[in-house]
C-alpha cells in the first residue's frame, strides 16, 4: 500500500479511471459500424500501464478479460520500449497473440507524457467480415481470413495508406470495416486525451502512486477471499460435444485447482490438445478463463478491473491446448470452450465456497446465422445471429436466471425480433421459455429459451451450437438443466433434431424452419427441500410442469378452480424417506 | 394566481404566482402518502393561497414512479401476439454486472400466469399475414373478466406500423370487460422493439387504475375546497398535459416532477440568453443533471425505472434527466480492504443524516458540510429540523477519519471532494456522449444541496460559470409555473433516404402534426398558438443506433430539394456527436419525430429590486468558522443573507449565501453577481 498517497485522492483517481474507460466505451459503441459491437458489445477498451499491465478495463466482451494486455506486452516485446513513439499507433489481429479469432482487431495507442512512455489507450472490436470462407467449418487459421501481424498503423502521426488498402483489399465490407477502425481510433484517443488531463491536474507521480495504490488494494480484497477457502487440491472435468470436424468425439475438459494459503493456481495442463476443428482457443483466452473465474469468485464489484486483482492467481497452461493453441490451428469458434472451462472452475471450487460458486450455465452463444438473398431488396446479406439467451445455474441462496446471456459476454443484448424482421427475409414465429430446463434442486437452474425462425426466402444455415450432449450440470444434489439444441422444421411441420448442435451451409427452403433451444442451468441443493410452495408457484407460472414438479420434486399438484393446488396427502407420500431396503 | 405543486418524496412544494403583482409564494408541507390530496391542501395552506384566487393549477408528482418502484399497482393482464408471452420475462438478455453471479433480471410487472397470447400477425412492412383470431379474444376475455384483472395491456409484433389488429382486440376486450383500464402498445409507444414496447405498455396498464383514482380524488379534493380554475398536469417531457391525458396515458406522469426544475432552467437561461446549460438539481436522495443544448432540453434516448441494472425499460418521450449522484444523504464508508467510498447507498430522507437524529448511523455528506461548517445547524431548513453537529463529528471521526488515520476536516472535505469527482463524471458522460464539451456550458444549480456544491462542481468540470437560480429548494414547482403546453410523438418508419420524395416525407410530417396537435386543440389552444417542430432518428445504412436529427423549417422550403438537404443535415449531426460523417454512404429514416408547443401566456421570472454593487449592510450574517475546500483548518468567512440582496450586489470570496432551505459555497477566488432575476451569478476559477 502506498502510504505517501492519500486514501482521499486514491479514491478521485479511482473513480476518474473508472470513467475514463467508460467514456471510451460509450464512444466506440456508439461509433461503431456493426451491429456486433453495438448491440453485442463484442469489444474491449482499457487502459494500460507502460508495461502492458491492466489499469482499467471497460467491457466489452468479459472473456477478452487478458486480451489488450497481453497484446499490449507483446507489442512492447515487437519494438522494444524505444521503438514506439508519439503518434504511433498499434495494431493487430494475431489470433496467437490475443488469442481469439481474426474477427477482433486490437489497436493500442501509446501514450506519452513530457516525452516519456507512461501508458497505452486500446481498444479491441470484432469486425463483422474479415475475409476468409463463408462456410461454417474451417480447420486452418489460413481459411479464416486477413491476419495482421503487429504494425503501425499510424507511424508518428501519418497514417499507413497502403496498410488501410491491403485491409480494404481483403474484406467483404470494406465500407463497415473502415467505419470501425475510425471508431475504434476514436476510442483510443479519447483515453489519451483523457488521461493526459488526468496527469495534468494531478501529476505524474500522484498519477501512478493511484493507480499502484488501486492495484494494491484490490490485491488486498481479492487474497483475503483466498486466504478464506480451505487448502486443498480441487478437480472437475466436462466435455465438449466434438470440435466441429468430426461429430460424435466428445473433447475432454479438466481443470485442477490449487489452493494454499492465499494463493490459487488453475492448472489446465490436462486440458485437451488443440484440434483439427475450430474450436480452439489461444493461450490468453486459456488465461482470461482463469482470470474470469477467479474475478466472478473473488471481486465481482471492485472497480476498476486491474491487474492487482489477479495478483495472488496463477494459471498453469503448457502449450498446444484447446485453450493454449498454436499456429495453424483454426479459431474462428475461439469463445466456447473458454466458457465451459469457466464453469468447470466453479464446479470444482464448489466444495470450497458453496456460498459463492453457482451451478452449470447453458455455456454457449448459441449463435446462428443464414444467409442467402433478400427478395425484397435484391441483395445478399448475412445475418448476425440474434442471441437468443439461456438459462444460468442456480446458487445456494437462488434460483438461476432464466434466458440470459452465457458468461462468455456480459452487457450484450438480443436482437429484437421486430428488428430482425426488418433486417433480414425470416419470421420469428416463437421466442419463448423452455418449461423444465432449468435443473431441479433446492434452488432451481434458470429456465431456457426457444427460438424458431422461418425463412420466407431460400437461404443457408451454418450454426456451431455447443454442449447439446453435456448438460448444464448441478450441485450438492441439484440435477442437471437440459443441454442445447438444434432443430430443422420442414413445409409440413416435422421437426428433424441435428445430431449436435452444428450446421454448415444447411439449405433451407422458403417455409421451412430451425429452431434454437438454449439449455437451462443446473439446480443447487436436494429438490425434494424445496418448499412445496415454491414449486407449486412454478407450475402455477409454467416453469415447471406437473409431472416435472411430481417426479424431480415430489410434489403432487392437481388443477383447481383457482388453476392449481397441491395434493398434500400424496406429496407427504411422495417426500416421505424412502423405507429401509 | 398560478400555483405549481410538486409532490416529492418528502415534502410537498407549493409555489403561486400573482401576474397582476409579480409576487411569489412558496409553501411546503410533509407528502401524505396514502391520501396525496391532504398535503397538497396543506401546503397550499401554508402558501396562504385561497383557492378560490388560483386560476391556472399546474401539479407535478411521484405517484407513477413510486407505483411502480413499490410494485402498487393494478392487477395486470398481458395480451401478446401467439409466440410472445414471455419476451416480456426474457428482455434484452444482457447482464450489466458481468462478473457478478448474483446478479438479478429485471422482473416483469405481470407473472407469467398473466400473459396471454391470441393467434394474430403482422410482418415487418405491416401487412397481415395471420389475422386476428376474434373468437379466441373474447373467450380470453371472459378468462380475465373470471380472474378479477382490472387493467389489461395488450402488445403485438408489428403494431408500430400497423396497429390494426391492437384497436380491433382492444374494442373486443373492452367490451367483454367495461371496467377495466385496457391499453394498447401503439397507444403509449410508436417505436419498434417488442421489449421495451411491451414493458412501457404493462407498466402504463400497471398504473393506470391508480392514477385514475389519484386524478378523481385530487379533482375532487380541490372543488371540494373552492378551486374552479383549469389545471393541468406536468408531463414526463417538461410540457403540460390535460388531466384526462394523465388518466389514459398515466406512464407519461413518470418523471413529472423532476420534470418542473429543468423547464424552470429552460425558462431561466432563455431570459438570460444562454443557449447551453446544464440543469443540475441535487437533492437529500439523488442528484441528477439535464443537459440545455440550443435552449432546448434533450429527450432521453432510453429510461429505466430504479435505473439501469435492474430496471424496466419505458420508452416515452421523457427528458433525458441522469441520476449522477446520491445527493445530500450519500453514505461514506471505509471500503472492505481500506480506501473510503461515498455513496450510492443513501440514508435518504428517513433515517437521513447522523445529524438530523432521526436514526440515521452512517456518516452521510451532509454530515460532512456540517463538519466543515459549509451549513449552519441553527439556519437549517429555516430552523424548521435541527441539526446535531456533535452527533455529525462524532459519526465522521470514528467510522472515518480514525480508522483511515485521517483528521476530522480532512475527511470531510474529502468526502466532498469524492462525491463532487463522481457527479462530475456523471455530468461529463451526459456532454461527451454527445460530442459535446462541458466548458461550453453554463452550470445552473438546485435542489436543496445544488448550490453548496455548484462552484465545486464547475472546477471539477472546468466550467467557468454558474448560476443559482432563485427560490433553488422550490425550483422544481417554480419550473412548473413556466410551463407550455407540449406534446412529443415518434413514429417509427424505417425507409432509406433514396427511396423517399420530398413531398411525400413532408406529408408524413404532416399527418403526424396533426396528430401531435389533437390534445393540444382539445385542451382549448388556438392553432395560432402552436409551434410545430419536426426531427428524424436517423443512420447510415447499416448501422443500428440513430442520431436524432433536428429539421427545422427551411429544410422543407423547396420538396424536391427536401432530401439532400435531410441527408446533409444528418452527416452534421453525425459528425458532430461522433466525430466523423459519411457523405458517400446512403442513410434511412428510423423515426419521425414531430413536437408541438403550445405556448400560453406565462410569467417570466420576476425581478429583484436594483442595488449597487456593495450589498445592503441588513445582508449581512457576520462571520462563520468554515473549512473551505482543499484547507484543513477552519477559518472565519463572510456569510451573507439571500433574502436581502439585491440585484448588481458584487460578493468576492470566500463566502457563504445561506437562504434557509440551501446554503450557496463561493470558494476563494470566485465571484458573485447578484442579477436580475435575483438570480447568482458565480465566476469560479480553477489551478
Same mark, same amino acid.
Given at each position: 500500500?502506498?502510504?505517501?498517497?492519500?486514501?482521499?485522492?486514491t479514491?478521485?483517481?479511482?473513480?476518474?479511471?473508472?470513467?475514463?474507460?467508460?467514456?471510451?466505451?460509450?464512444?466506440?459503441?456508439?461509433t461503431?459500424?456493426?451491429?456486433?459491437?453495438y448491440?453485442?458489445?463484442?469489444?474491449?477498451v482499457?487502459?494500460f500501464?507502460?508495461?502492458?499491465?491492466?489499469?482499467?478495463i471497460?467491457l466489452?466482451?468479459?472473456?477478452?478479460?487478458?486480451?489488450?494486455?497481453?497484446?499490449?506486452?507483446?507489442?512492447l516485446?515487437h519494438y522494444?520500449?524505444d521503438?514506439i513513439e508519439?503518434?504511433d499507433?498499434l495494431?493487430?489481429?494475431?489470433?496467437?497473440?490475443?488469442?481469439?479469432?481474426?474477427?477482433?482487431?486490437?489497436?493500442?495507442?501509446p501514450?506519452?507524457?513530457e516525452?516519456e512512455?507512461?501508458?497505452?489507450?486500446?481498444?479491441?472490436?470484432?469486425w463483422?467480415?474479415?475475409?476468409g470462407?463463408?462456410?461454417?467449418?474451417?480447420?486452418?487459421?489460413?481459411?479464416?481470413?486477413?491476419?495482421?501481424?503487429?504494425?503501425?498503423?499510424?507511424?508518428?502521426?501519418r497514417?499507413?495508406?497502403?496498410l488501410?488498402?491491403i485491409?480494404?483489399?481483403?474484406?467483404?465490407?470494406?465500407?463497415?470495416?473502415l467505419?470501425?477502425?475510425r471508431?475504434?481510433?476514436?476510442?483510443?484517443?479519447?483515453?489519451?486525451?483523457?488521461?493526459h488531463?488526468?496527469?495534468?491536474?494531478?501529476?505524474?507521480?500522484?498519477?501512478?502512486?493511484?493507480?499502484?495504490?488501486?492495484?494494491?488494494?484490490?490485491?488486498r480484497?481479492?487474497?483475503?477471499?483466498?486466504?478464506?477457502?480451505?487448502?486443498?487440491?480441487?478437480?472437475a472435468?466436462?466435455?465438449m460435444?466434438?470440435?466441429?470436424?468430426?461429430?460424435?468425439?466428445?473433447?475432454?475438459?479438466?481443470?485442477?485447482?490449487?489452493?494454499a494459503g492465499?494463493?490459487?493456481?488453475?492448472?489446465?495442463?490436462?486440458?485437451?490438445?488443440?484440434?483439427?476443428?475450430y474450436?480452439?482457443?489461444?493461450?490468453t483466452?486459456?488465461?482470461?478463463a482463469?482470470?474470469?473465474?477467479?474475478k466472478?469468485?473473488?471481486t465481482?464489484l471492485?472497480?476498476?478491473i486491474?491487474?492487482?486483482?489477479?495478483?495472488?492467481?496463477?494459471v498453469?497452461?503448457?502449450?498446444?491446448?484447446?485453450?493454449?493453441?498454436?499456429?495453424p490451428?483454426?479459431?474462428?469458434?475461439?469463445?466456447?470452450?473458454?466458457?465451459?472451462?469457466?464453469?468447470?472452475?466453479?464446479?470444482?471450487?464448489?466444495?470450497?465456497?458453496?456460498?459463492?460458486?453457482?451451478?452449470?450455465?447453458?455455456a454457449?452463444?448459441l449463435?446462428?446465422?443464414?444467409?442467402?438473398?433478400?427478395?425484397?431488396?435484391?441483395?445478399?446479406?448475412?445475418?448476425?445471429?440474434?442471441?437468443?439467451?439461456?438459462?444460468?445455474?442456480?446458487?445456494?441462496d437462488?434460483?438461476?436466471?432464466?434466458?440470459?446471456?452465457c458468461?462468455?459476454?456480459?452487457?450484450?443484448?438480443n436482437?429484437p425480433?421486430?428488428?430482425?424482421?426488418?433486417?433480414?427475409?425470416?419470421?420469428?414465429?416463437?421466442?419463448?421459455?423452455?418449461p423444465?430446463s432449468?435443473?431441479?434442486?433446492?434452488?432451481?437452474?434458470?429456465l431456457?429459451?426457444?427460438?424458431?425462425r422461418?425463412?420466407?426466402?431460400?437461404?443457408?444455415?451454418?450454426?456451431?451450437?455447443?454442449r447439446?450432449?453435456?448438460?448444464p450440470?448441478?450441485?450438492?444434489g441439484?440435477k442437471?438443466?437440459?443441454?442445447?439444441?438444434?432443430?430443422?422444421?420442414?413445409?409440413e411441420?416435422?421437426?428433424?433434431?441435428?445430431?449436435n448442435?452444428?450446421?454448415?451451409s444447411v439449405?433451407?427452403?422458403?417455409g421451412?424452419?430451425y429452431?434454437?433451444?438454449?439449455g437451462?442451468?443446473?439446480?443447487?441443493?436436494?429438490p425434494?427441500?424445496?418448499?412445496?410452495?415454491?414449486?407449486?408457484?412454478?407450475?402455477?407460472?409454467?416453469?415447471?410442469s406437473p409431472?416435472?414438479a411430481?417426479?424431480e420434486?415430489?410434489?403432487?399438484?392437481?388443477?383447481?378452480e383457482?388453476?392449481?393446488?397441491v395434493?398434500w396427502?400424496?406429496t407427504?407420500?411422495?417426500?416421505?424417506?424412502?423405507?429401509?431396503? | 394566481?398560478?400555483?405549481?405543486?410538486?409532490?416529492?418524496?418528502?415534502?410537498?412544494?407549493?409555489v403561486a404566482?400573482?401576474?397582476?403583482t409579480?409576487?411569489?409564494?412558496?409553501g411546503?408541507?410533509?407528502?401524505?402518502p396514502?391520501g396525496?390530496?391532504?398535503?397538497?391542501?396543506?401546503?397550499?395552506?401554508?402558501?396562504?393561497v385561497?383557492?378560490?384566487?388560483?386560476?391556472?393549477?399546474?401539479?407535478?408528482?411521484?405517484?407513477?414512479?413510486?407505483?411502480?418502484?413499490?410494485?402498487?399497482?393494478?392487477?395486470?393482464a398481458?395480451?401478446?401476439?401467439e409466440?410472445?408471452?414471455?419476451?416480456?420475462?426474457?428482455?434484452?438478455?444482457?447482464?450489466?454486472?458481468?462478473?457478478f453471479?448474483?446478479?438479478?433480471?429485471?422482473?416483469?410487472?405481470?407473472?407469467?400466469?398473466?400473459?396471454?397470447?391470441?393467434?394474430?400477425?403482422?410482418?415487418?412492412?405491416g401487412?397481415?399475414?395471420?389475422?386476428?383470431?376474434?373468437?379466441?379474444?373474447?373467450?380470453?376475455?371472459?378468462?380475465?373478466?373470471?380472474?378479477?384483472v382490472?387493467?389489461? =395491456?395488450?402488445?403485438? %409484433?408489428?403494431a408500430?406500423?400497423?396497429?390494426?389488429?391492437?384497436?380491433?382486440?382492444?374494442?373486443?376486450l373492452?367490451?367483454?370487460?367495461?371496467?377495466?383500464?385496457?391499453?394498447?402498445s401503439?397507444?403509449v409507444?410508436?417505436?419498434?422493439?417488442?421489449?421495451?414496447?411491451?414493458?412501457?405498455t404493462a407498466?402504463n396498464?400497471?398504473?393506470?387504475?391508480?392514477?385514475?383514482?389519484?386524478?378523481?380524488?385530487?379533482?375532487?379534493?380541490?372543488?371540494?375546497?373552492?378551486?374552479?380554475?383549469?389545471?393541468?398536469?406536468?408531463?414526463?417531457?417538461?410540457g403540460?398535459?390535460?388531466?384526462?391525458e394523465?388518466?389514459?396515458?398515466?406512464?407519461?406522469?413518470?418523471?413529472?416532477?423532476?420534470?418542473?426544475?429543468v423547464?424552470?432552467?429552460?425558462?431561466?437561461?432563455?431570459?438570460?440568453?444562454?443557449?447551453?446549460a446544464i440543469?443540475?438539481?441535487?437533492?437529500?436522495?439523488?442528484?441528477?443533471?439535464?443537459v440545455?443544448?440550443a435552449g432546448?432540453?434533450?429527450?432521453?434516448?432510453?429510461?429505466?425505472v430504479?435505473?439501469?441494472?435492474?430496471g424496466l425499460?419505458i420508452?416515452i418521450?421523457?427528458?433525458?434527466?441522469?441520476?449522477?449522484?446520491?445527493?445530500?444523504?450519500?453514505?461514506?464508508?471505509?471500503?472492505p480492504g481500506?480506501?473510503?467510498?461515498?455513496?450510492?447507498?443513501?440514508?435518504?430522507?428517513?433515517?437521513?443524516?447522523?445529524?438530523?437524529?432521526?436514526?440515521?448511523?452512517?456518516?452521510?455528506?451532509?454530515?460532512?458540510?456540517l463538519?466543515?461548517?459549509?451549513m449552519?445547524?441553527?439556519?437549517f431548513l429555516?430552523?424548521?429540523q435541527r441539526?446535531?453537529l456533535?452527533?455529525?463529528?462524532?459519526?465522521?471521526?470514528?467510522?472515518?477519519?480514525?480508522?483511515?488515520?485521517?483528521?476530522?476536516?480532512e475527511a470531510?472535505?474529502?468526502?466532498? =471532494?469524492?462525491?463532487?469527482?463522481?457527479?462530475g463524471?456523471?455530468?461529463?458522460?451526459?456532454?461527451?456522449?454527445?460530442?459535446?464539451?462541458?466548458q461550453?456550458?453554463t452550470?445552473?444549480?438546485?435542489?436543496?444541496?445544488?448550490?453548496?456544491?455548484a462552484a465545486?462542481?464547475?472546477?471539477?468540470?472546468?466550467?467557468?460559470?454558474?448560476?443559482?437560480?432563485?427560490?433553488?429548494?422550490?425550483?422544481s414547482?417554480?419550473?412548473?409555473?413556466?410551463?407550455?403546453w407540449r406534446v412529443? %410523438?415518434?413514429?417509427?418508419?424505417?425507409?432509406?433516404?433514396?427511396?423517399?420524395?420530398?413531398?411525400? %416525407?413532408?406529408?408524413?410530417?404532416?399527418?403526424?402534426?396533426?396528430?401531435?396537435?389533437?390534445p393540444?386543440r382539445?385542451?382549448?389552444?388556438?392553432?395560432?398558438?402552436?409551434?410545430?417542430?419536426?426531427?428524424?432518428?436517423?443512420?447510415y445504412?447499416g448501422?443500428?443506433?440513430?442520431?436524432?436529427v433536428?429539421?427545422?423549417?427551411?429544410?422543407?422550403?423547396?420538396p424536391?430539394?427536401a432530401?439532400?438537404?435531410?441527408k446533409?443535415?444528418?452527416?452534421?449531426?453525425?459528425?458532430?456527436?461522433?466525430?466523423?460523417?459519411?457523405?458517400?454512404v446512403p442513410?434511412?429514416?428510423v423515426?419521425?419525430?414531430?413536437?408541438?408547443?403550445?405556448q400560453?401566456?406565462?410569467?417570466?421570472?420576476?425581478?429583484?429590486?436594483v442595488?449597487?454593487?456593495?450589498?445592503p449592510e441588513?445582508?449581512?450574517?457576520g462571520?462563520?468558522?468554515?473549512?473551505?475546500?482543499?484547507?484543513s483548518?477552519?477559518?472565519?468567512?463572510?456569510?451573507?443573507?439571500r433574502? =436581502?440582496?439585491?440585484?448588481g450586489?458584487r460578493?468576492?470570496?470566500?463566502? %457563504?449565501i445561506?437562504?434557509?432551505?440551501?446554503?450557496?459555497?463561493l470558494p476563494?477566488?470566485?465571484?458573485?453577481?447578484?442579477?436580475?432575476?435575483?438570480?447568482?451569478?458565480?465566476?469560479?476559477?480553477?489551478?
Open positions: 500500500m502506498s502510504q505517501d498517497l492519500s486514501p482521499i485522492v479514491e478521485i483517481l479511482r473513480s476518474a479511471l473508472v470513467a475514463i474507460t467508460d467514456e471510451m466505451k460509450t464512444n466506440l459503441m456508439r461503431a459500424h456493426n451491429m456486433i459491437i448491440e453485442a458489445l463484442d469489444f474491449t482499457g487502459l500501464d507502460e508495461g502492458g499491465n491492466t489499469v482499467s471497460g466489452g466482451l468479459p472473456m477478452f478479460i487478458r486480451g489488450l494486455s497481453d497484446t499490449i506486452k507483446a507489442m516485446a522494444g520500449r521503438g508519439p503518434g499507433l495494431l493487430t489481429n494475431d489470433a496467437y497473440i490475443h488469442g481469439s479469432h481474426l474477427n477482433h482487431m486490437v489497436f493500442a495507442l501514450v506519452f507524457w516525452g512512455l507512461v501508458g497505452f489507450a486500446a481498444s479491441m472490436a470484432h463483422q467480415d474479415v475475409g470462407t463463408l462456410s461454417g467449418v474451417t480447420t486452418d487459421i489460413y481459411s479464416e481470413g486477413l491476419q495482421l501481424p503487429i504494425v503501425k498503423i499510424h507511424k508518428a502521426g497514417e499507413d495508406r497502403e488501410i488498402a485491409i480494404c483489399h481483403n474484406v467483404r465490407f470494406p465500407d463497415a470495416a467505419g470501425d477502425l471508431a475504434q481510433v476514436a476510442a483510443v484517443k479519447t483515453g489519451e486525451r483523457r488521461w488531463q488526468l496527469l495534468a491536474r494531478y501529476g505524474l507521480t500522484t498519477v501512478r502512486g493511484g493507480i499502484r495504490a488501486i492495484m494494491a488494494h484490490s490485491e480484497l481479492a487474497r483475503a477471499t483466498v486466504a478464506a477457502m480451505p487448502d486443498g487440491t480441487y478437480e472435468s466436462a466435455f460435444d466434438d470440435d466441429g470436424v468430426t461429430a460424435g468425439h466428445h473433447i475432454p475438459i479438466r481443470v485442477r485447482v490449487v489452493v492465499d494463493r490459487l493456481t488453475v492448472d489446465l495442463s490436462d486440458m485437451s490438445p488443440q484440434v483439427a476443428g474450436y480452439n482457443a489461444g493461450k483466452a486459456g488465461r482470461s482463469a482470470q474470469v473465474a477467479f466472478c469468485l473473488t465481482p471492485d472497480f476498476p486491474n491487474d492487482g486483482a489477479f495478483r495472488p492467481l496463477e498453469i497452461l503448457p502449450e498446444g491446448r484447446v485453450v493454449s493453441a498454436v499456429r490451428a483454426a479459431m474462428r469458434w475461439w469463445m466456447t470452450i473458454p466458457m465451459t472451462v469457466v464453469d468447470t472452475i466453479f464446479k470444482a471450487l464448489a466444495p470450497a465456497m458453496a456460498e459463492a460458486t453457482i451451478a452449470g450455465h447453458h454457449d452463444l449463435a446462428t446465422s443464414i444467409y442467402g438473398v433478400d427478395p425484397r431488396s435484391g441483395r445478399f446479406y448475412v445475418s448476425a445471429g440474434s442471441l437468443p439467451g439461456g438459462g444460468w445455474g442456480a446458487r445456494q437462488a434460483d438461476g436466471m432464466s434466458a440470459t446471456v458468461i462468455n459476454d456480459g452487457d450484450t443484448h436482437t425480433v421486430e428488428a430482425t424482421e426488418v433486417r433480414f427475409p425470416v419470421i420469428v414465429e416463437r421466442y419463448a421459455l423452455r423444465d432449468g435443473g431441479a434442486g433446492r434452488h432451481r437452474g434458470g431456457g429459451t426457444v427460438q424458431i422461418r425463412m420466407r426466402a431460400p437461404a443457408s444455415l451454418n450454426s456451431q451450437v455447443e447439446t450432449q453435456c448438460p450440470w448441478g450441485l450438492f441439484g442437471d438443466g437440459l443441454p442445447n439444441r438444434l432443430s430443422r422444421i420442414d413445409r411441420g416435422r421437426e428433424h433434431f441435428f445430431a448442435g452444428k450446421a454448415n439449405p433451407l427452403e422458403a421451412e424452419a429452431a434454437i433451444y438454449a437451462g442451468g443446473g439446480g443447487f441443493g436436494d425434494q427441500e424445496r418448499p412445496v410452495e415454491a414449486v407449486l408457484h412454478d407450475v402455477v407460472e409454467g416453469y415447471v409431472e416435472a411430481r417426479r420434486y415430489g410434489v403432487a399438484v392437481r388443477p383447481s383457482e388453476g392449481w393446488a395434493d396427502e400424496e407427504a407420500r411422495l417426500r416421505a424417506p424412502a423405507p429401509q431396503r | 394566481m398560478r400555483l405549481a405543486v410538486d409532490i416529492g418524496g418528502t415534502f410537498t412544494d407549493v404566482y400573482d401576474p397582476r409579480g409576487a411569489v409564494v412558496e411546503k408541507a410533509p407528502t401524505t396514502e396525496r390530496a391532504e398535503g397538497i391542501l396543506q401546503a397550499v395552506a401554508a402558501a396562504g385561497l383557492w378560490p384566487a388560483v386560476e391556472f393549477l399546474i401539479h407535478g408528482s411521484t405517484v407513477v414512479i413510486n407505483a411502480l418502484l413499490e410494485r402498487k399497482g393494478a392487477r395486470t398481458l395480451v401478446t401476439t409466440g410472445f408471452r414471455d419476451v416480456y420475462e426474457i428482455g434484452r438478455i444482457n447482464r450489466p454486472q458481468s462478473f453471479l448474483g446478479f438479478r433480471k429485471p422482473v416483469p410487472l405481470v407473472p407469467r400466469s398473466w400473459r396471454f397470447e391470441v393467434p394474430e400477425r403482422l410482418s415487418a412492412e401487412e397481415v399475414i395471420r389475422p386476428l383470431d376474434r373468437d379466441a379474444l373474447v373467450a380470453l376475455g371472459q378468462r380475465l373478466q373470471r380472474l378479477g382490472e387493467a389489461v =395491456a395488450v402488445v403485438f %409484433l408489428h408500430y406500423r400497423n396497429p390494426v389488429h391492437e384497436i380491433e382486440a382492444k374494442a373486443i373492452q367490451e367483454v370487460l367495461p371496467e377495466a383500464f385496457i391499453t394498447c401503439h397507444e409507444s410508436r417505436e419498434y422493439r417488442e421489449y421495451e414496447r411491451t414493458s412501457t407498466a396498464a400497471f398504473v393506470g387504475p391508480v392514477v385514475r383514482q389519484y386524478v378523481q380524488d385530487l379533482r375532487r379534493r380541490m372543488a371540494g375546497a373552492g378551486f374552479e380554475g383549469r389545471w393541468a398536469i406536468l408531463n414526463s417531457n417538461g403540460l398535459m390535460q388531466p384526462e394523465a388518466e389514459s396515458t398515466p406512464i407519461a406522469m413518470m418523471e413529472s416532477g423532476p420534470a418542473g426544475g423547464t424552470g432552467t429552460q425558462a431561466l437561461v432563455h431570459q438570460l440568453g444562454i443557449e447551453y440543469a443540475f438539481d441535487m437533492g437529500g436522495t439523488t442528484a441528477k443533471a439535464a440545455i443544448e432546448v432540453p434533450r429527450l432521453a434516448e432510453d429510461y429505466f430504479g435505473g439501469y441494472v435492474e425499460p420508452r418521450p421523457v427528458l433525458d434527466i441522469v441520476e449522477v449522484g446520491t445527493g445530500g444523504g450519500s453514505i461514506a464508508r471505509v471500503a481500506g480506501g473510503i467510498r461515498v455513496g450510492p447507498e443513501s440514508a435518504g430522507a428517513q433515517p437521513g443524516p447522523v445529524a438530523y437524529g432521526l436514526g440515521g448511523t452512517e456518516p452521510t455528506l451532509t454530515d460532512a458540510n463538519v466543515l461548517g459549509r449552519d445547524p441553527e439556519r429555516q430552523g424548521r441539526l446535531d456533535q452527533a455529525a463529528r462524532l459519526a465522521l471521526s470514528e467510522q472515518i477519519a480514525g480508522r483511515l488515520g485521517l483528521g476530522l476536516e470531510a472535505d474529502g468526502i466532498v =471532494a469524492i462525491a463532487v469527482a463522481q457527479m463524471h456523471g455530468i461529463r458522460a451526459l456532454t461527451t456522449a454527445r460530442g459535446l464539451d462541458p461550453d456550458f452550470l445552473v444549480a438546485y435542489g436543496g444541496a445544488g448550490p453548496l456544491h465545486l462542481l464547475a472546477q471539477e468540470l472546468y466550467i467557468p460559470r454558474v448560476i443559482v437560480p432563485p427560490r433553488p429548494a422550490v425550483f414547482a417554480l419550473g412548473m409555473v413556466m410551463a407550455d412529443d %410523438l415518434v413514429r417509427t418508419r424505417i425507409q432509406p433516404l433514396a427511396s423517399l420524395h420530398g413531398a411525400e %416525407l413532408i406529408e408524413q410530417f404532416a399527418l403526424l402534426q396533426a396528430e401531435a396537435a389533437e393540444l382539445r385542451a382549448s389552444l388556438a392553432p395560432e398558438d402552436l409551434v410545430g417542430s419536426w426531427g428524424a432518428d436517423m443512420r445504412v448501422q443500428e443506433h440513430t442520431v436524432t433536428r429539421l427545422p423549417a427551411e429544410v422543407f422550403s423547396d424536391a430539394l432530401i439532400p438537404r435531410v446533409q443535415r444528418f452527416d452534421q449531426a453525425h459528425h458532430l456527436r461522433y466525430g466523423y460523417q459519411a457523405p458517400e442513410a434511412e429514416i423515426n419521425l419525430r414531430v413536437q408541438i408547443v403550445g400560453v401566456p406565462k410569467p417570466g421570472f420576476p425581478e429583484l429590486a442595488g449597487d454593487q456593495h450589498p441588513e445582508a449581512r450574517l462571520r462563520r468558522e468554515v473549512v473551505l475546500p482543499g484547507r483548518r477552519a477559518e472565519a468567512v463572510a456569510v451573507w443573507n433574502a =436581502a440582496l439585491m440585484a450586489n460578493i468576492r470570496g470566500p463566502a %457563504l445561506d437562504e434557509g432551505t440551501s446554503v450557496t459555497l476563494e477566488g470566485g465571484a458573485l453577481e447578484v442579477g436580475r432575476f435575483g438570480e447568482l451569478k458565480m465566476e469560479v476559477q480553477w489551478e
